[in-house]
T-cell receptor, first 115, second 115 residues
Framework: AQSVAQPEDQVNVAEGNPLTVKCTYS??????LFWYVQYPNRGLQFLLK??????LVKGSYGFEAEFNKSQTSFHLKKPSALVSDSALYFC?????????????FGKGTLLTVNP | DAGVIQSPRHEVTEMGQEVTLRCKPI?????LFWYRQTMMRGLELLIY????????DSGMPEDRFSAKMPNASFSTLKIQPSEPRDSAVYFC?????????????FGAGTRLSVL
């Protein structure tokens, strides 16, 4: 079985400060990892993904994520937060082995960036 | 491209009534996914289709739920009879393939309230 944990329901940061949204995962095979963002009354939007290769993945809107196999983590980061980054962030995992095409999502982390 | 289109955006109905949610995937995409989002359970995959054929419906909560995809550009999720515990936001997503570079694109969702 595959699973994702986002240990923080909420993260608050000041504008201009760096932000981190945490994610840990569990899969049997190689993990395919994703971050999505959801703005109010909108669907989820893809931010970035890790499949293989460099552990630091760069995505949309200045976001990046670091894959750490030993810690089974895939934390989302941004060097300087904007008020417009305030949204709900979801981490998702898929087992790269076999024919499992399901994405398993975490419960989400509400990011609030204060002016 | 207009993206994944869902209708209606909001649906309010009374317990026992039939509810039909609709989805138009992105043109050319061959996979379609239905998700349900609640505060308690987060984002859950209900069912997904490949080339209009249901592949995995293990997430469908019970027989009151059914989904169809009569053609490549249209899918429905039906609840009959509806119950208050079905109140949630229902998302449709589509993707081109489900390989390692797969990205799922989400619609804006249908917010269902069953009174």
């Amino acid at each position: 079985a595959q699973s994702v944990a986002q240990p923080e329901d909420q993260v608050n940061v000041a504008e201009g400060n760096p932000l981190t949204v945490k994610c840990t995962y569990s899969v049997s095979g190689n993990p395919y990892l994703f971050w999505y963002v959801q703005y109010p009354n909108r669907g989820l939007q893809f931010l970035l993904k890790y499949i293989t290769g460099d552990n630091l993945v760069k995505g949309s809107y200045g976001f990046e994520a670091e894959f750490n196999k030993s810690q089974t983590s895939f934390h989302l980061k941004k060097p300087s937060a904007l008020v417009s980054d305030s949204a709900l962030y979801f981490c998702a995992v898929r087992d790269g082995a076999g024919s499992n095409y399901k994405l398993t999502f975490g419960k989400g982390t509400l990011l609030t960036v204060n002016p | 491209d207009a993206g994944v289109i869902q209708s209606p955006r909001h649906e309010v109905t009374e317990m026992g009534q039939e509810v039909t949610l609709r989805c138009k995937p992105i043109s050319g995409h061959d996979y379609l996914f239905w998700y349900r989002q609640t505060m308690m359970r987060g984002l859950e995959l209900l069912i997904y289709f490949n080339n209009n054929v249901p592949i995995d419906d293990s997430g469908m909560p019970e027989d009151r739920f059914s989904a169809k995809m009569p053609n490549a550009s249209f899918s429905t999720l039906k609840i009959q009879p509806s119950e208050p515990r079905d109140s949630a936001v229902y998302f449709c997503a589509s993707s081109l393939g489900v390989g390692r570079f797969n990205i799922q694109y989400f619609g804006a969702g249908t917010r269902l309230s069953v009174l």
